[in-house]
């Protein structure tokens, strides 16, 4: 270890690092730098594979020889591309994918995309915090049909979908910055859950259950007449709860239509989801009685226009949230 003295403020410099008493007290409030560079290898990583940067010598007093390099401007492309051509990181979950997958709600199943970190509290998505790429929850935006359905006050209840599996006709993941389009929550990405719109008017129902009280089901129903198409799906599933204070009750209601017309189609939409959920050692395990309910619920309506003049616009009515915390009385 020695000092020297550069821009008159005193430097430390270690060679190693020493396990005495005295080093801490010779790094404070100075500049330390541990480890020497020989110049033989600055130079050995300066050869032709990074001539686009221009190499300064600057030599001191000393024996050390510091090497600068200038800064370089990285860009995505050379010429100025629209959105839809640049090349962006895209996954697309199809139906086929979805049905092979062994996820019974839209959050695990959002688990088995590359990128995508899912943080979930209960089972079957009672609550999920989802980020991309080293965002957090509340740097991406969640799209339901393209409609922003963003949850206004915390991204810790953004996940909250109003729809099931069974609605889903595929899931679009957008990775990276997308303010441009999708609003300035998207800083990390995008996630797009397209749902099914049938040509046939059926009926379809399922029912499930498990362990601790665990008993669900939903149905789906669909009419078509004419260029008119309507959906309306629900369900309901509910848990005693493995553990105490993890019992939950989740009410979901979706209903979508579709006007088609040779000049303009018009589609509209309606989502409602209701959760009451224990959520045991949920934030903190100092409070483990702690209940919650959350309703949500939003009405929106696109319009898009064909042929010569090409519009699209989208009127979003609705999109509120009552969330409620309180302590729970358990005997």
Not at 188 to 206: E, R
Request: aromatic share 8%; charged share 20%.
């Amino acid at each position: 270890m020695y000092k020297q003295r550069q821009n008159q403020q005193m430097t430390v410099r270690f060679h190693q690092l020493h396990r005495k008493p005295y080093s801490v007290f010779c790094s404070l409030k100075k500049e330390v730098r541990i480890g020497v560079l020989a110049f033989a290898t600055l130079a050995f990583a300066n050869t032709e594979s990074v001539s686009a940067q221009t190499v300064h010598h600057v030599s001191d007093s000393s024996s050390d020889t510091d090497v600068e390099m200038r800064e370089v401007e990285v860009t995505a492309s050379r010429v100025p591309l629209p959105l839809s051509q640049a090349a962006r990181m895209v996954t697309v979950l199809d139906r086929e994918a979805i049905a092979a997958a062994p996820a019974q709600s839209v959050n695990d199943l959002l688990k088995y995309v590359m990128g995508v970190d899912v943080r979930q509290r209960g089972d079957l998505g009672i609550q999920t915090d989802i980020s991309i790429r080293g965002g957090t929850f509340d740097q991406i935006t969640l799209l339901l049909n393209g409609v922003n359905i963003c949850d206004p006050q915390t991204g810790h209840n953004a996940a909250d979908f109003p729809v099931d599996l069974n609605d889903i006709e595929r899931i679009e993941i957008l990775e990276g910055p997308a303010g441009r389009v999708y609003g300035t929550s998207s800083l990390s990405g995008a996630i797009n859950i397209v749902t099914q719109t049938d040509s046939k008017s059926h009926v379809a129902a399922y029912m499930g259950g498990g362990s601790y009280g665990l008993a669900g089901g939903g149905a789906r129903f669909n009419y078509t007449t004419g260029k008119v198409s309507n959906q309306l799906s629900g369900s309901l599933n509910r848990s005693d709860g493995a553990t105490a204070n993890s019992d939950f009750k989740t009410r979901k209601a979706f209903y979508q239509g579709m006007f088609t017309h040779p000049q303009a189609d018009v589609k509209w939409q309606a989502g409602y989801s209701d959760k009451d959920y224990g959520a045991n050692t949920f934030y903190s395990a100092k409070y483990p009685n702690q209940f919650e309910h959350t309703r949500k619920y939003f009405v929106s309506v696109q319009a898009e226009t064909k042929g010569f003049l090409h519009l699209l616009l989208v009127l979003n009515l609705g999109h509120t949230l009552d969330l409620r915390h309180f302590i729970r009385a358990l005997n």
